[in-house]
């Protein structure tokens, strides 16, 4: 289902996306077109975006292509899910050691939508990090491993 949200495929692309949507979330899920689990998230974001398309614009971005963006956001689990509203990168609480991203596919489209609607209200009341509706049950448990410490 990549196919049929927008691709990605520079430094520049990205950052001419996160200047230029104002009053928008901006959704980024970085991660592999063959990959399973991406594949998966891809098809729930495909099912959301025309419900969200006057909140929300949904890009995907492949990791080979953007290596900057992989390294300064952490990128090291697959799909990795961002979110910017007016060029801040809006943070959420998951109750998960890392609040920067969402890592994993959504369950279901209702999470997806939800979540993408706190975003948009947080940060339209400018509120930098907001909390997950998101049931803690289906949020993906991973543990953080810090290198060369």
Known sequence: M???LTPLK??????AVIRNSPNQV???RFGYETDKVCLQQDDILSKCERELSKMAKIFII???DVPVYVNYFDI??????LFFFNQQHIKIDFGTQDNTKFIGAF????????LVEVVYRGASRGKFIVVSPIDRERVPKYDLLYRDI
């Open 107 to 114: 369950h279901n489209k209702q999470d997806c939508i939800d």
């Open 26 to 28: 901006v959704v980024l």
């Open 10 to 15: 520079s430094k520049s692309e990205i950052d």
């Open 76 to 81: 090291t689990i697959v799909p990795s899910t």
């Open 2 to 4: 990549s196919y049929l």
């Open 62 to 64: 492949n990791v080979d």
